[in-house]
DNA sequence: GGGGAAGTTTACGTTAACGTAAAGTGGCCT
DNA sequence: AGGCCACTTTACGTTAACGTAAACTTCCCC
């Protein structure tokens, strides 16, 4: 079975599990662009795909501006040097960004060991006191 | 030269860049608990720890109050087995928030590489046109 | 043809995380 | 004493990212 080619609003909404709010809102704020049947709203692969992507910066802690940043590296935009240059300079932010993170992350993960090993202690104690 | 053992509000918004009202902020939030030398507040190396833990939870995406949860997770609170249970499954499904974002950062640096990618060949064929 | 179900627009409401301004206190310097 | 910091409290303002409610249309079903 090959990919849908087109997707309804409730049916993104439940597949992402957000709101058909959210998903109009979204649009206002230029992050997709669904075009219309009727008046009803028909969202393309790439409008899904953005989707998701909106929805994975979320959880980075992304604000939706910066996600929007992140679509449009994408769309294949006819572009001068100037631009690509500013493209190349952002690629690299968020690159930068994103190693942060990573060593964020790395960092909890640790101190989360280390919570972990403290309460196992802790249980470990109260276990031997209370024979 | 040894850990300084106290600080002053202003140094500790210089020191990690933000501001005091920041700092007093948190602190309504219940996230630091600064001792008084008169009306001054005084914060400990124990408050400049949860102050790191809270930024290093912001760039993570973390709200306030998860960061309170994880400040909590260092706390050694004379726990039951209830509590304990209880600060396991957090410590378990911080540790899976985590990973999701692990992935999600995986993810976003293979984007872009490719957006780096076109980007460059884009440039490439831009010179070539106009020899 | 009445009534859901799913879509739409418009608009006001809400929460988190601070910003900003005003007015006061305490110390230190000259 | 005057002045300048750095600190304080109080309080109202602001922005992002939606939630929530009201009042339509459209389509489908029986």
């Known amino acids: 079975m090959t990919l849908k ?3 309804g609003i409730g049916e993104l909404a439940r ?20 075009r219309r ?5 028909i969202y393309s692969p790439a409008d899904r795909v953005a989707l998701k992507l909106i929805l994975r910066g979320k959880r980075l802690g992304f604000s939706l501006a910066e996600s929007g940043d992140l679509i449009r590296l994408y769309q294949p935009t ?8 500013a493209l190349l300079e952002k690629i ?3 690159r930068t960004q994103l190693q ?8 909890m993960q640790q101190d989360l060991d ?3 090993e403290r309460a196992r202690q802790a249980l470990k104690e109260l276990e031997e006191s209370d024979v």
């Open 5 to 7: 080619q087109s997707y």
């Open 15 to 34: 597949e992402f599990d957000v709101t058909t709010r959210t998903i109009r809102f979204y649009e206002d704020q230029g992050l997709l662009t669904p």
């Open 37 to 41: 049947r009727g008046q009803t709203r």
């Open 78 to 85: 006819g572009d001068n040097r100037q631009q690509l240059g």
């Open 92 to 94: 690299d932010e968020k």
């Open 100 to 107: 942060q993170q990573l060593v964020d992350i790395q960092i």
């Open 114 to 116: 280390a919570a972990e």
